[in-house]
């Protein structure tokens, strides 16, 4: 989605907050989520057993490191980006046009694309091979 932004002359969150108010109200705005248990146990997965050092207090490979893991996330919501609720990220949006799930990437590219008037249309398979070789 990124390469998007970058090719089509797109927006990102932050220089959308400096737009006007009247310019706000033309862009049509859309984000995608994610399954929020699959991203809570990903955000698990990437910040305790591949970020060793981050995460000494847990056992990692357990029940009980994830047990852990998840209390302390209830007890500090948002410390880190991976485990925010992803509704944190949508603020300062007037509104948001579309919210679609990671998991139908193609079909809601497909309505990007054409609410967008992009010929042709986007496809995931365009922005894979777009992202290659970026971090």
Request: hydrophobic share 35%.
């Given at each position: 989605?990124?390469?998007?932004?970058?090719?089509?002359?797109?927006?990102?969150?932050?220089?959308?907050?400096?737009?006007?108010?009247?310019?706000?109200?033309?862009y049509f705005t859309?984000?995608?989520?994610?399954?929020?248990?699959?991203?809570?146990?990903?955000?698990?997965?990437?910040?305790?057993?591949?970020?060793?050092?981050?995460?000494?207090?847990?056992?990692?490979?357990?029940?009980?490191?994830?047990?852990?893991?998840?209390?302390?996330?209830?007890?500090?919501?948002?410390?880190?980006?991976h485990v925010c609720?992803?509704?944190?990220?949508?603020?300062?949006?007037?509104?948001?046009?579309?919210?679609?799930?990671?998991?139908?990437?193609?079909?809601?590219?497909?309505?990007?694309?054409?609410?967008?008037?992009?010929?042709?249309?986007?496809?995931?398979?365009?922005?894979?091979?777009?992202?290659?070789?970026?971090?």
């Open positions: 989605v990124r390469v998007l932004l970058w090719n089509y002359g797109g927006k990102d969150a932050e220089t959308y907050d400096k737009l006007p108010l009247h310019k706000k109200l033309t859309f984000a995608f989520v994610r399954d929020p248990v699959s991203r809570f146990i990903s955000a698990y997965d990437e910040i305790c057993l591949k970020l060793h050092d981050s995460c000494s207090f847990y056992d990692r490979i357990s029940s009980k490191g994830l047990k852990a893991f998840l209390n302390y996330t209830i007890q500090n919501p948002c410390w880190d980006e609720e992803q509704m944190s990220f949508l603020q300062g949006f007037l509104r948001i046009d579309m919210i679609a799930d990671i998991s139908n990437l193609s079909t809601a590219l497909t309505y990007i694309s054409s609410r967008l008037g992009f010929e042709p249309p986007v496809s995931p398979d365009m922005i894979e091979k777009k992202n290659e070789g970026f971090s």
